[in-house]
Each structure stands twice: as structure tokens, then as C-alpha cells.
């Protein structure tokens, strides 16, 4: 039975969920770690241990991190997954089931706090958990919410489970529990397309135990990581990237990999972050480029015609539902930029999400308020090839490498209040391009124009030209068929099928030995 009122909320918060200080620790390079925090379950006394069936009770937390857990094959929404922190720092894994997210989904923010009633607790037997603790917290349809203010509460903006070397050790390969990890920026790899498909970018940071080691951003977190904003200057800049998988090649060093789960912070303000950034203070460590070694690389060349579509059969597919591909190229001539809604935004430069104007101040919904805010470009512009007109939007990586200079620099020298769109962006007016797209939900499943820019490329004449004739020639063989002997006779049937034969030779030969015919964006 659930204890009554206010005294069962401190009980239950003393008991289930003990502080997190109270962990073995080990103390490396006068760094201290916590090191295989126990469960949940084993922290209970046995007076007041919940099970399955117990769900009324009431914790007060902030949802630190939120995101959507999706099946990596078929790219359908499997739950709504959040990391919980209350008071005394403890963690904790919440889900929504499907069918319950559109009711919590708006209802429940990252970054606010929030009193939580009527949770159902269950043990999590699946791998990929977000912290060492099996222990789920799982939301009903009479869960109740209510949001709290900052001043009701005092609970810490971060959590995360941070664990010295040998655990890490003893997770590679080993995709039962995630782990966070932390360490100084040190250098970067631009944006690939590996032959499946998946886009990355890899990074590399000196860790806290001071091991040089490689993390792979898939996805939307390669994207939209810009490792320009880091190297100005020395910094340091110390990277924690939350829920990865750890893995050894061969007995060798180890690297780490992002998930649905995972979130990349630059010096988040918790004290073991602090901690080690004055720790690589005194060495004066820049972030510098890298080389990337991937052999399933594709090259520019390749990359500028990947699923290459024109305006109209872009939208009517988008528009229609049909699309399958989540990434195409277009070749368009920009020919305005939309200022209705501005050219750049206003971010946090620990997570990069939009910053709110709020009382003289931009606040962070995630981080609070921000004293050294950044400007990012979010430049939406329309183009134009002749089937038709669309709009396309860049943020801040295409649109800085096609201006080269930064959004700062241009806000720098405009009048305060001057809304207007600098002269250096009408400069792209007229010019063709390519545009690598990255298609999400809003045109894939809600039929939405505005494409996302992920890569602008400048046409080779001579590739679009080979390009072309490939065409040609795809279109030729797939509306005439092969020739046949005057001898011969064909059934429509066989004629139907020698038609298929030629247009799926044609296109192999196109795409590359490997045959592969779709590109599809890693989850």
C-alpha cells in the first residue's frame, strides 16, 4: 500500500530512490567517479519497496533530457523516453508509451520542473538503458502534471551518470547499459555519407582520464554540430555527449557511438564538467580538423547527385505521402530570401537550441539563462529550376561555409533594431546550387515544404553533363525496350519483362557496384 500523504512523498524519496553521493567511488587523476551505482531496487528499504503495481505516489523532478525512441527499421515511434533529476541529484527513466504521447508529448518539456502523480513502476528487461539502474518509471492515462515554478524548487539543470575507465572498459560491445561520457574538444571531421546511407560526423576529445578517443555523431547530431563555434580559441571546451554505446575494434582503444538517446552539451555547468575544464586550462588545447579515414565514404562527387530529383516531383511526392527517400538532391537556382521570420536565431551555447527573449535576458529552456548567447544563421530561401518554385532553409553549417563568414559577424555591423536582410545573403540571389535535402517528419509525413539544407554543393558542369546523358538513356531503354532479332517473337509479357531487365541493369551500373539503389538516414 501506498503511504498517505506528505510523509509518503519523503519517505518514498528517501528510500526508493537514494542519493546518488552515497555510490562507491574511486578517485583517478583527482578526478572522482561513481562507479557501478547500484539499483534502484537495492536501495529501497524492504518496509517500502514498490512493485509493479504500485503507482500512487508523487515525486517532484525536471526532465533533463527527452527524446523519442524509434525503430531503427521501419522508423515508427516506440515510445517518448525522458531522464528525470530531483532534489537530491538522483536519476531516474521515464517512458510514455505510443499511444499515450500525444497526450504528454506537450505536456511534458525538457528543462522544466514538473510534480509527477500516479507513475507506474516496472523493471526495464530490454538493453540500451539510459542509467545502470533496470528501474522504469512509466506514465498512465491518469498520471497527473503539474508544472511547477523555479522558485518552488531547487533541483540541478543536468544529470548525468559519469564512470571512470574500467567501467567503461567492461561495457564494450556490450549494449545493456549507455553511458555518458566526457572530455576536452580537441578535433573534427567534416560530414559523411557512408555507403548505407548514414550521415556522421566523428570528433575527437581527450577524455577525463586522459585517453584520446573518437566519438561518432549520427544523424541530425552530426548535422548540427558546428565545430566552427569552438575554434575561435583554447577555450576549452570540455563535450559531454550522453547516452553512447562504447565499442573496442581488434584490442584497441575505444570509441563511442550516439543513439536516439543521445545529447551533446558544451560545458554544461555541473562540477565534475567544471572540474576538468580547469583541469586543460593550463594546456591551451585548440580544436583542429581531421582526416577522415572511413572507406565507405562518399565523395563530394557522388554525394551532389544522391537521389536527385527536380522541384515538382519533390513536392507532389512530399505532398502526396509517397516519399521514401529521407535525403535527395536538388539543382536550383535561389531566387529570394524569406525575411518574414528573420535570417538567423538566438542560441544556447551548451546545446545550440533557440534561446526566448526574456526580461532583458535570453533564457534557455533547457539551461537557464544564458550570459554569452550565440547568433546562428536560419536563412530560408526560395528556388527555383523549371518544373517549379519551392522553399528550401539553411541553419548555420551550409549557410556559413557558402558566405564564409559567421552570423555574428554580420549582425556586428547592422544598426541595433535593423531586421533587414544584410546585402551579403542577397549575394546568393541568381546563383544555382545544389542542395542536399534532409527530409524529416513535417515533409515526409505532413506533406510540408521547407526543406532542410543539410550540404550546398557549386554544379560541375561536366559531372551534371554525364549526369544527363545517363538520364537520357535510363529514359530512352525504359520507354523502347532493347532490340530483338527480326526472327524472334516476344509476348507483351516478355517485352514487359526484357523493359524491367534494362531500366535495372542501366540503374546498377549508375548507382555502383555495390547495387544499392536507396540512401536512407540513419536513426
Given at each position: 500500500?501506498?503511504?498517505?500523504?506528505?510523509a509518503?512523498?519523503?519517505?518514498?524519496?528517501?528510500?526508493?530512490?537514494?542519493?546518488?553521493?552515497?555510490?562507491?567511488?574511486?578517485?583517478?587523476?583527482?578526478?572522482?567517479?561513481?562507479?557501478?551505482?547500484r539499483?534502484?531496487?537495492?536501495q529501497?528499504?524492504?518496509?517500502?519497496?514498490l512493485?509493479?503495481?504500485?503507482e500512487?505516489w508523487?515525486?517532484k523532478?525536471?526532465?533533463?533530457r527527452?527524446w523519442?525512441?524509434?525503430?531503427?527499421?521501419?522508423?515508427?515511434?516506440?515510445?517518448l523516453d525522458?531522464?528525470?533529476?530531483?532534489?537530491?541529484e538522483?536519476?531516474?527513466?521515464?517512458?510514455?508509451?505510443?499511444?499515450?504521447?500525444?497526450?504528454?508529448?506537450?505536456?511534458?518539456?525538457?528543462?522544466?520542473?514538473?510534480s509527477?502523480r500516479?507513475?507506474?513502476?516496472?523493471?526495464?528487461?530490454?538493453?540500451?538503458?539510459?542509467?545502470?539502474?533496470?528501474?522504469?518509471?512509466?506514465?498512465?492515462?491518469?498520471?497527473?502534471?503539474?508544472?511547477?515554478?523555479?522558485?518552488d524548487?531547487?533541483i540541478?539543470?543536468?544529470?548525468?551518470?559519469?564512470?571512470?575507465?574500467?567501467?567503461?572498459?567492461?561495457?564494450?560491445?556490450?549494449?545493456t547499459?549507455?553511458?555518458d561520457?566526457v572530455?576536452?574538444?580537441t578535433g573534427?571531421?567534416?560530414?559523411?555519407?557512408?555507403?548505407?546511407?548514414?550521415?556522421?560526423?566523428d570528433?575527437?576529445?581527450l577524455?577525463?582520464?586522459?585517453?584520446?578517443?573518437?566519438?561518432?555523431?549520427?544523424?541530425?547530431l552530426?548535422?548540427?554540430?558546428?565545430?566552427?563555434?569552438?575554434?575561435?580559441?583554447?577555450?576549452?571546451?570540455?563535450?559531454?555527449?550522453?547516452?553512447?554505446t562504447?565499442k573496442?575494434?581488434?584490442?584497441?582503444?575505444?570509441?563511442?557511438s550516439?543513439?536516439?538517446?543521445?545529447?551533446?552539451?558544451?560545458?554544461?555547468?555541473?562540477?565534475?564538467?567544471?572540474?576538468?575544464?580547469?583541469?586543460?586550462?593550463?594546456?591551451s588545447?585548440?580544436?583542429?580538423?581531421?582526416?577522415g579515414?572511413?572507406?565507405?565514404?562518399?565523395?563530394?562527387?557522388?554525394?551532389?547527385?544522391?537521389?536527385?530529383?527536380?522541384?515538382?516531383a519533390?513536392?507532389?511526392?512530399?505532398?502526396?505521402?509517397?516519399?521514401?527517400?529521407?535525403?535527395v538532391?536538388?539543382?536550383?537556382?535561389?531566387?529570394?530570401?524569406?525575411s518574414?521570420?528573420?535570417?538567423?536565431?538566438?542560441?544556447?551555447?551548451?546545446?545550440?537550441k533557440?534561446?526566448?527573449?526574456?526580461?532583458?535576458?535570453?533564457?534557455?529552456?533547457?539551461?537557464?539563462?544564458l550570459?554569452?548567447?550565440?547568433?546562428?544563421?536560419?536563412?530560408?530561401a526560395?528556388?527555383?529550376?523549371?518544373?517549379?518554385?519551392?522553399?528550401?532553409?539553411?541553419?548555420?553549417?551550409p549557410?556559413?561555409?557558402?558566405?564564409?563568414?559567421?552570423?555574428?559577424?554580420?549582425?556586428?555591423?547592422?544598426?541595433?533594431?535593423?531586421?533587414?536582410?544584410p546585402?551579403?545573403?542577397?549575394?546568393?540571389l541568381?546563383?544555382e546550387?545544389?542542395?542536399?535535402?534532409?527530409?524529416?517528419?513535417?515533409?515526409?509525413?505532413e506533406?510540408?515544404?521547407?526543406?532542410?539544407?543539410s550540404?550546398v554543393f557549386?554544379?560541375?558542369?561536366?559531372?551534371?553533363?554525364v549526369?544527363?546523358?545517363k538520364?537520357?538513356?535510363?529514359?530512352?531503354?525504359?520507354?523502347?525496350?532493347?532490340?530483338?532479332?527480326?526472327?524472334?517473337?516476344?509476348?507483351?509479357?516478355?517485352?514487359?519483362?526484357?523493359k524491367r531487365?534494362?531500366?535495372?541493369?542501366?540503374?546498377?551500373?549508375?548507382?555502383?557496384?555495390?547495387?544499392?539503389?536507396?540512401?536512407n538516414?540513419?536513426?
Amino acid at each position: 500500500m501506498a503511504l498517505p500523504g506528505f510523509a509518503a512523498h519523503l519517505r518514498l524519496q528517501r528510500t526508493r530512490f537514494a542519493p546518488l553521493h552515497k555510490q562507491s567511488t574511486d578517485r583517478i587523476d583527482g578526478i572522482t567517479y561513481r562507479s557501478k551505482p547500484r539499483s534502484l531496487q537495492t536501495q529501497m528499504s524492504s518496509e517500502s519497496r514498490l512493485d509493479d503495481h504500485t503507482e500512487d505516489w508523487m515525486i517532484k523532478v525536471r526532465v533533463c533530457r527527452k527524446w523519442e525512441s524509434v525503430n531503427t527499421k521501419d522508423g515508427n515511434l516506440i515510445s517518448l523516453d525522458m531522464i528525470l533529476i530531483d532534489e537530491k541529484e538522483n536519476l531516474m527513466h521515464a517512458s510514455v508509451r505510443k499511444h499515450l504521447v500525444p497526450r504528454y508529448a506537450d505536456r511534458v518539456l525538457e528543462g522544466r520542473v514538473y510534480s509527477l502523480r500516479n507513475l507506474k513502476v516496472t523493471t526495464n528487461m530490454y538493453p540500451y538503458r539510459p542509467l545502470a539502474s533496470d528501474v522504469k518509471l512509466l506514465f498512465l492515462a491518469t498520471t497527473a502534471v503539474q508544472e511547477l515554478q523555479e522558485s518552488d524548487v531547487s533541483i540541478g539543470r543536468y544529470g548525468f551518470e559519469f564512470v571512470n575507465q574500467t567501467v567503461l572498459q567492461s561495457r564494450a560491445n556490450d549494449p545493456t547499459v549507455l553511458s555518458d561520457i566526457v572530455g576536452c574538444f580537441t578535433g573534427f571531421e567534416g560530414i559523411e555519407t557512408v555507403r548505407s546511407g548514414s550521415k556522421k560526423r566523428d570528433i575527437q576529445i581527450l577524455t577525463d582520464y586522459s585517453v584520446n578517443s573518437t566519438v561518432t555523431l549520427w544523424g541530425k547530431l552530426g548535422e548540427e554540430f558546428d565545430p566552427a563555434l569552438y575554434t575561435q580559441d583554447s577555450g576549452p571546451y570540455v563535450i559531454v555527449v550522453s547516452s553512447v554505446t562504447v565499442k573496442r575494434f581488434r584490442q584497441g582503444s575505444l570509441t563511442f557511438s550516439t543513439t536516439s538517446a543521445s545529447k551533446v552539451y558544451i560545458n554544461p555547468e555541473v562540477d565534475h564538467v567544471t572540474s576538468i575544464k580547469e583541469r586543460f586550462s593550463a594546456l591551451s588545447i585548440q580544436a583542429k580538423p581531421i582526416q577522415g579515414t572511413s572507406a565507405a565514404k562518399l565523395t563530394p562527387e557522388e554525394e551532389m547527385f544522391i537521389n536527385r530529383m527536380t522541384v515538382d516531383a519533390l513536392v507532389k511526392a512530399t505532398g502526396a505521402g509517397e516519399m521514401k527517400e529521407s535525403v535527395v538532391t536538388l539543382k536550383a537556382t535561389i531566387t529570394g530570401i524569406n525575411s518574414g521570420q528573420g535570417w538567423y536565431y538566438i542560441a544556447c551555447r551548451s546545446c545550440v537550441k533557440k534561446a526566448e527573449f526574456e526580461n532583458g535576458v535570453y533564457v534557455c529552456r533547457s539551461c537557464g539563462t544564458l550570459e554569452y548567447p550565440l547568433a546562428l544563421y536560419r536563412v530560408k530561401a526560395e528556388v527555383q529550376d523549371r518544373t517549379g518554385t519551392t522553399t528550401v532553409v539553411m541553419f548555420n553549417y551550409p549557410a556559413e561555409n557558402l558566405l564564409d563568414t559567421s552570423a555574428k559577424k554580420l549582425l556586428g555591423k547592422m544598426k541595433p533594431g535593423d531586421d533587414s536582410v544584410p546585402k551579403e545573403l542577397n549575394t546568393l540571389l541568381g546563383k544555382e546550387l545544389v542542395f542536399k535535402l534532409k527530409l524529416d517528419k513535417y515533409n515526409l509525413i505532413e506533406g510540408l515544404q521547407d526543406y532542410r539544407v543539410s550540404t550546398v554543393f557549386t554544379p560541375v558542369e561536366g559531372l551534371e553533363a554525364v549526369y544527363a546523358q545517363k538520364e537520357a538513356r535510363k529514359e530512352n531503354a525504359c520507354q523502347s525496350g532493347p532490340a530483338t532479332s527480326s526472327n524472334t517473337v516476344l509476348t507483351t509479357e516478355d517485352k514487359k519483362k526484357r523493359k524491367r531487365s534494362s531500366c535495372e541493369e542501366d540503374a546498377s551500373q549508375e548507382l555502383g557496384e555495390d547495387g544499392s539503389q536507396e540512401l536512407n538516414e540513419a536513426q
